[in-house]
Nanobody, 114 residues
Framework: QVQLVESGGGLVQAGGSLRLSCAAS????????VGWFRQAPGKEREFVSA?????STYYADSVKVRFTISRDTTKVYLQMNSLKPEDTAVYYC??????????WGQGTQVTVSS
């Protein structure tokens, strides 16, 4: 079972940028479809972005243009630009081979101040 570790979260002012990373141990991340999700206090977890093994990318409407997902052989990244206070959440990466995401990281906090 692959273990996922997110990093790169932090506190940033509105309009700023952060880059999140998702690393896998135990198995190469390159074989998985990888998604980023987030959960704000009092809200349900929501989809943010995903990248397939071949590099096709998908985004929630709320982050299109501002966020960019990418991957190399060891990590998946989420570049977040023009951050807004409403982007404040715990961000999780998750993996799947097919079907539903079945492996999740512990999350990294992103806080955007106004």
């Amino acid at each position: 079972q692959v273990q996922l570790v997110e990093s790169g979260g932090g506190l940033v002012q509105a309009g700023g940028s952060l880059r999140l990373s998702c690393a896998a141990s135990g198995r190469t991340i390159s074989i998985y479809i990888v998604g980023w999700f987030r959960q704000a206090p009092g809200k349900e977890r929501e989809f943010v972005s995903a990248i397939t093994r071949r590099g096709s990318t998908y985004y929630a409407d709320s982050v299109k243009v501002r966020f960019t997902i990418s991957r190399d052989t060891t990590k998946v990244y989420l570049q977040m630009n023009s951050l807004k206070p409403e982007d404040t959440a715990v961000y999780y990466c998750a993996t799947k081979l097919t079907g539903s995401y079945d492996n999740w990281g512990q999350g990294t906090q992103v806080t955007v101040s106004s």
